[in-house]
Structures are given as structure tokens and as C-alpha cells.
């Protein structure tokens, strides 16, 4: 497989810039992979496609405030862009700035707050901070929303770029599928013996990262921290013995299960994954997938072709481009089925 052989063009306009009015408010595109029938429907309809006894996987992360702007003494513009904690007050982050700053460089922050360079490796930077991380980014720093929206971060993306149901503050990207849902939806989904379970993948700013690689088996794909404890592990179980299907909301948490599983089960594990799910994945634990549409030559759009197909998945973006869905983190989602409905 060749990198070239995921991509498509995608008009401008199909790209979602904004959320729309309601959260239930977008499309569902439900792709049957045992027939090939493509379904137009809305989000609000999910569960007529449901079953009881249906376990949904939510990523229950939260996007922390974690795109700073600062200085260098020199007086140099810095933005930074956290990517995960080590401790109070050192974190890993991406530094943009008209040179790459050396260790021992001293950025400038708002509220008289410093940030040294005190190691770099691999493109990334590890920062000490004069004040507590968590308490200064909850006050001075911006939401990173995606770099394709093309605008800063506006209060409608306080409340819209971060799902009902966040709860592990970690992540710099939301795991967009689950933005769809509202807290009137997630009961549907209970009173219609549907249930849900939450695993946690602090999603990270290489999730934007296109690769670079043509030949698709020399890419490496970034490292990101998850976890799944034994209430999720139990519910699997639980669905799969009642013919329950496992369906992740997302790509992060299928990546998240997937890592997790062996072909005996599944087990309660905490650590870095960096999964690389393509076509020719054969999947252990996931019956389908509830995820947006991704971008062109992505990991992401790769995986959901592990899971349908890539001919079928293609079939399904035209049809979705032809019939002008939106597309990418506040677009509309899919509903894909491997065994049919």
C-alpha cells in the first residue's frame, strides 16, 4: 500500500469550521458493510441503528487549554503547544518560532510566568515553568482547535470542542465523535438497553500530523497515553455473551481497546499505544465504529478502511463529498457496520 492511495479532494466548503446549532444537529451517514448500502440519515436517529445490548466506548478525555503565546527575551513571538504533564511544573510541548530555541532559552508568559527549555528530543521540548502548569493554562491558555478550521479558538469552542461527558483533563485534540452527543441523547441510548462504558486517550497534537512516508509500512505513528480499567473490560464481556456488538465512539477509542485486546480477551491495561490500525488489521474485539470523516493520507482514514474496506470506505466518501456531508472534527459522522445491520 502506498500513502497516495488514501487520498481525496475535498472541496473547502465541505470543511465544518463551525459546530452546528445543536449538537444532535449533524448527519449520519450509516455504511453497511455486509450489503454495501450507504444510508443518509440524521445523528438524532443513531439508535434505530443500535441494538440492545450494544455497548458504545467513550473516550472520556478532556482538551486541556494547552496553546500558550509568549516571548523570547530577545522579544522574538513563541507559541507553544503543551502535549502532556510531567509533573507540576514540567510539561512536553511543540515550540513554533522563527528559530528552534536552543536549551537554557527563556520564554515569557503572561502573568510573570517563565517557561525554560531544559531539554529537546524528536521535535518536541520539555519546558519548567515558574508557576504551577495546570493552574496557569486553566487561566492564560487558549483551546488548540484544529489548524483546518483557519481561526482562533472563540467561546463557542469553550463549551463545543469538548464532549458532555469529559472528565480526564490530558488531551489537546478532542476525540470529535463524541461531540455529537448531548446528555438528552446519551439517556436514549440507556433507554433503549443500549449501553455505554468509558476508556480514557489523552489524544495528542499528532493527530493532525499528516504522514510522510509514501511507502505506508516506514510510518511510525505518535505515542499517546490510555488507559481501560476492569468496568469496561466486564462490559465487553457482558455484550459479547448477550450478542451484543462493541462499538467505539471514535478512532481513539477503538485504538485504546484494540490495544488492549489479544485474541483470548480482553484485560485492564494502562500505558503509551501507538497502534497503527490499517488495512489488513485484524480486529479482536471492535463490531463497528461511530467516527466523523478524516483527512486525506491520515492514519485515521486508514483505519476505518481496515475496518470496511478501502474500495467500500472511498464509495462512501464520494458519496458523502456528492451529497455535501461536513467533514472533519465539527462535520458529521459515520456509523460503520462490518457485519451489516
Known amino acids: 500500500m502506498q500513502l497516495s492511495d488514501f487520498d481525496y479532494h ?48 467513550f473516550n472520556n478525555t478532556k482538551v486541556m487549554k494547552a496553546r500558550l503565546f509568549g516571548k523570547k527575551l530577545t ?27 536552543k536549551i537554557g532559552t527563556l520564554i515569557l508568559l503572561e502573568g510573570d510566568c517563565k517557561a525554560e527549555v531544559i531539554n529537546s528530543e524528536s521535535g518536541m521540548y520539555e519546558l519548567h515553568f515558574s508557576l504551577e502548569v495546570d493552574s496557569f493554562i486553566d487561566k492564560y491558555g487558549a483551546l488548540p482547535i484544529p489548524p483546518y478550521l483557519s481561526r482562533s479558538a472563540g467561546v463557542i469552542d469553550e463549551e463545543r470542542y469538548q464532549t458532555v461527558y469529559a472528565k480526564e483533563r490530558g488531551a489537546v485534540a478532542a476525540p470529535t465523535a463524541g461531540l455529537h452527543f448531548d446528555n438528552c441523547m446519551l439517556k436514549e441510548l440507556k433507554d433503549n438497553r443500549i449501553d455505554s462504558s468509558h476508556i480514557t486517550l489523552h489524544v495528542g497534537a499528532g493527530t493532525f500530523q499528516s504522514l510522510r512516508q509514501e511507502d505506508i509500512e516506514k510510518n511510525l505513528l505518535h505515542s499517546e497515553f490510555a488507559k481501560l480499567d476492569k468496568k469496561v473490560c466486564l462490559a465487553i464481556e457482558s455484550a459479547k455473551s448477550q450478542n451484543g456488538r462493541v462499538i467505539p465512539v471514535g478512532t481513539t477509542s477503538m485504538r485504546t481497546i484494540e490495544t488492549a485486546s489479544s485474541n483470548i480477551g480482553i484485560k485492564p491495561w494502562c500505558g503509551e499505544t501507538n497502534i497503527f490500525i490499517k488495512p489488513g488489521y485484524s480486529f479482536k474485539i471492535a463490531d463497528g465504529l461511530l467516527t ?33 456531508f461536513r467533514f472533519f472534527s465539527y462535520g458529521d459522522a459515520m456509523l460503520i457496520l462490518p457485519k451489516g445491520l
Open 75 to 101: 522579544g522574538g513571538k513563541v507559541e507553544i503547544l503543551i502535549e502532556r504533564m510531567i509533573n507540576k511544573y514540567d510539561a512536553i510541548a511543540h515550540i513554533r518560532a522563527n528559530k528552534n530555541p
Open 10 to 57: 475535498l472541496p473547502d466548503n465541505l470543511i465544518a469550521k463551525y459546530p452546528p446549532k445543536r449538537r444532535r444537529d449533524s448527519r449520519l451517514l450509516v455504511l453497511d458493510c455486509a450489503s454495501g448500502e450507504i444510508i443518509e440519515s440524521q445523528f438524532s436517529c443513531l439508535s434505530q441503528f443500535l441494538r440492545p445490548h450494544d455497548l458504545m466506548i
Open 292 to 324: 466523523n470523516f478524516h483527512l486525506p493520507k491520515s492514519s485515521l482514514l486508514m483505519l476505518v478502511a481496515a475496518m470496511a474496506g478501502k474500495e467500500l470506505i472511498f464509495e462512501a466518501y464520494h458519496y458523502a463529498i456528492e451529497h455535501k
